[in-house]
């Protein structure tokens, strides 16, 4: 029978789109629970500085690395996406449908595809995608985002079902309304919309910490594999 072995501390734990919001707090919260951390982002490599400052200057920070460079992680959080919202189909242009395929789906792919090796000769690996409720639900934007985070849920239960004798797990996280992102800044942006928090029944936007809290439980927990945590503060 397999050792269970659910340790992350002193995993090296890959992010992408860590320059804020999601990305940044799962940083936070795998790095409090001792793992070390590549981290990637877009444009702006400021905020990235500042995090890794930050997490260096913290209790039990020195021992441990941040990198901004490719190697070949433990754990996998493909966290960085793209959701232009547009009204429906006709507003798609055949650019914008590929651009956002190409970021939240094309990209976990390559990812994965490059991290697998590695976890299979470890015999040990996490690898979580950071999807949306349009996944399942179709969302509120146009197609081309339900479409693209669909694939992604379809690939993570494929991958799963796959790799698990190799000791990885593959799960998603599928949030809905999470405030101080850049697609949600705070609840003035969504005033008057369909996702008016007073159409959530916890009467609230999520927090980046609460999507960290899932994704460090599915790293913590190898027994769960394959599957799709609604983090979406009771909409359906």
């Not at 599957?227 to 359906?236: A, C, D, N, R």
């Amino acid at each position: 029978m397999p050792q269970v072995d659910n340790e992350i501390k002193g995993r090296l734990a890959l992010i992408t789109g860590a320059s804020g919001g999601i990305g940044a707090g799962c940083a936070r919260d795998l790095w409090a629970h001792g793992a070390s951390l590549a981290l990637t982002y877009f444009r702006n490599h400021q905020p990235v500085d500042d995090l890794a400052a930050e997490l260096l200057g913290s209790e039990g920070g020195g021992g441990r690395k941040i990198t901004v460079h490719r190697s070949g992680p433990d754990i996998l959080v493909s966290n960085a996406g793209y959701g232009k919202r547009l009204p429906g189909i006709l507003d798609v242009s055949l650019e914008e449908f590929d651009y956002t395929l190409s970021v939240n789906l094309r990209a976990s792919f390559l990812l994965t595809k490059l991290s697998i090796p590695h976890m299979e000769a470890r015999g040990w690996g996490r690898v979580v995608f950071v999807s949306s409720i349009a996944a399942q639900g179709g969302g509120i934007n146009a197609c081309h985002y339900a479409a693209s985070k669909a694939g992604l849920t379809g690939m993570m239960r494929n991958l799963a079902a796959k790799h698990a004798r190799s000791g990885i797990t593959v799960n998603d996280v599928a949030p809905a309304m999470i405030g101080e992102t850049g697609m949600i800044p705070d609840e003035k942006s969504v005033e008057g919309t369909p996702g008016d928090v007073r159409n959530i029944p916890v009467g609230r936007l999520g927090t980046p910490q609460e999507c960290a809290n899932v994704v460090t439980m599915l790293c913590r927990t190898g027994y769960l594999t394959g599957q799709s945590i609604l983090l979406s503060g009771g909409l359906k």
